[in-house]
T-cell receptor
Framework: GAGVSQTPSNKVTEKGKYVELRCDPI?????LYWYRQSLGQGPEFLIY????????DSGLPNDRFFAVRPEGSVSTLKIQRTERGDSAVYLC????????????????FGPGTRLTVL | AQSVAQPEDQVNVAEGNPLTVKCTYS??????LFWYVQYPNRGLQFLLK??????LVKGSYGFEAEFNKSQTSFHLKKPSALVSDSALYFC????????????FGTGTRLLVSP
């Protein structure tokens, strides 16, 4: 079946501009995650959705970053007034929600969106 | 707070030899541990996970990992390396409970030579 898809695959923008990054999770996955991966680093957690609501947004670096998932499927990560330090690969992942320790489900990752802020 | 350490930036091994990629973790509660592999220009691919039970877990492509609670380690292993195993490997931890986020290590590049 289809995996997690992300669009665009690459985005180049100028400092100060607004960008939107889209994620299509695996069908039926209620949990959705955004991570950011800088060069030479592991992915860093940004935000987690369970259904339509953000259950944990503790990883968002500041109020320029915002994400939505209005219908519990597709999610959009929005970055306002982009800065050069925002340049990174933005990864989206989805998973089935596990309610017990016996059902801790792995996260499936998309290919990422490479954001370059000039 | 959770954390993961991958002490080796790169591991070099000859094809056919066993490989080990090291990972240690820190959590305040029970850990859920994962290994992912990343090929160039591709997303992270899940290899295996430890949740509970048997300390030796087997995963995709012949990889396995051993959970050692006393040493807080979760090393990735394979008995016989292939050139095609060359990639970037990430260890990740999630703490038992309501927090769903994964905390990743910085990654270890595995280079398997013919």
């Amino acid at each position: 079946g289809a995996g997690v898809s992300q669009t665009p695959s690459n985005k180049v923008t100028e400092k100060g501009k607004y960008v939107e990054l889209r994620c299509d999770p695996i069908s039926g996955h209620t949990a959705l995650y955004w991570y950011r991966q800088s060069l030479g680093q592991g992915p860093e957690f940004l935000i987690y959705f369970q259904g339509t609501g953000a259950a944990d947004d503790s990883g968002l670096p500041n109020d320029r970053f915002f994400a939505v998932r209005p219908e519990g499927s597709v999610s959009t990560l929005k970055i306002q007034r982009t800065e050069r330090g925002d340049s990174a690969v933005y990864l989206c992942a989805s998973s089935l929600k596990g309610m017990t320790s016996a059902k801790v489900n792995e996260q499936f990752f998309g290919p990422g969106t490479r954001l370059t802020v000039l | 707070a959770q954390s993961v350490a991958q002490p080796e930036d790169q591991v070099n091994v000859a094809e056919g030899n066993p490989l080990t990629v090291k990972c240690t973790y820190s959590v305040s509660g029970n850990p859920y541990l994962f290994w992912y592999v990343q090929y160039p220009n591709r997303g992270l691919q899940f290899l295996l996970k430890y949740i509970t039970g048997d300390n030796l877990v087997k995963g995709s492509y012949g990889f396995e990992a051993e959970f050692n609670k006393s040493q807080t380690s979760f090393h990735l292993k394979k008995p016989s390396a292939l050139v095609s195993d060359s990639a970037l490997y990430f260890c990740a931890v999630r703490e038992e409970g309501r927090f769903q986020k994964l905390v990743f290590g910085t990654g270890t590049r595995l280079l398997v030579s013919p």
